[in-house]
């Protein structure tokens, strides 16, 4: 069946630091790839995307690029700020009208 | 306007009672879900209904009854609630199943 594996946290950085949060796949045929963030107190909101291999999602200074051949869409931002502090989810969906298949979560704290 | 809301937003209560968890999307979308997050920020699928009609409902006890009154809305009726149910409860929707959620704040279940 489809799963995701993402990196366990928690992940503590300080600000301006470069950010990485592995997260790999497994699933049939040619899944869509997400990324969502949960704020504390809040509930989950989509940060990016990416729907067929190759492709780079972008937002609010994130990127994730979908490697096939890795089978992996690892969340990258160059300088992380205290704001970023939340949960990051991946997630995949195999477009087969099956609800969305998430990973663990990882948790970040940013620190000043 | 929220595209999605639920309420209540905290809900204490005793071991043994009955509680219900209200949902609804004012996005027009046809896919409603039910998801429990656990105190590490595991987030597991509950149900999934499409127009109404129940199209996922994973191994979840049966004191667990969602309802769709119609399209726009998603209930979660919790019978004689136990310890273990204490959890952040989050609905969503999406157009399609496998489309991009959105999410509600969460409301946050203790069982004393």
């Known amino acids: 069946g489809n799963s995701v594996t993402q990196m366990e946290g928690p992940v503590t950085l300080s600000e301006e630091a470069f950010l990485t949060i592995n997260c790999t796949y497994t699933a049939t045929g040619y899944p869509s790839l997400f990324w969502y963030v949960q704020y504390p107190g809040e509930g989950l909101q989509l940060l990016l995307k990416a729907t067929k291999a190759d492709d780079k999602g972008s937002n609010k200074g994130f990127e994730a690029t979908y490697r096939k051949e890795t089978t992996s869409f690892h969340l990258e931002k160059g300088s992380v700020q205290v704001s970023d502090s939340a949960v990051y989810f991946c997630a995949l969906s195999d477009q087969r009208n099956t609800p969305l298949v998430f990973g663990k979560g990882t948790r970040l704290s940013v620190i000043a | 306007d929220t595209a999605v809301s639920q309420t209540p937003k905290y809900l204490v209560t005793q071991m043994g009672n009955d509680k219900s968890i209200k949902c609804e999307q004012n996005l027009g979308h046809d896919t409603m879900y039910w998801y429990k997050q656990d105190s590490k920020k595991f987030l597991k699928i509950m149900f999934s209904y499409n127009n109404k009609e129940l199209i996922i409902n994973e191994t979840v006890p049966n004191r667990f009854s969602p309802k769709s009154p119609d399209k726009a809305h998603l209930n979660l009726h919790i019978n004689s609630l136990e310890l273990g149910d204490s959890a952040v409860y989050f609905c969503?929707?999406?157009?399609?199943?496998?489309?991009?959620?959105?999410f509600g704040s969460g409301t946050q279940l203790s069982v004393l």
């Open positions: 969503a929707s999406s157009r399609d199943p496998g489309e991009k959620l959105f």
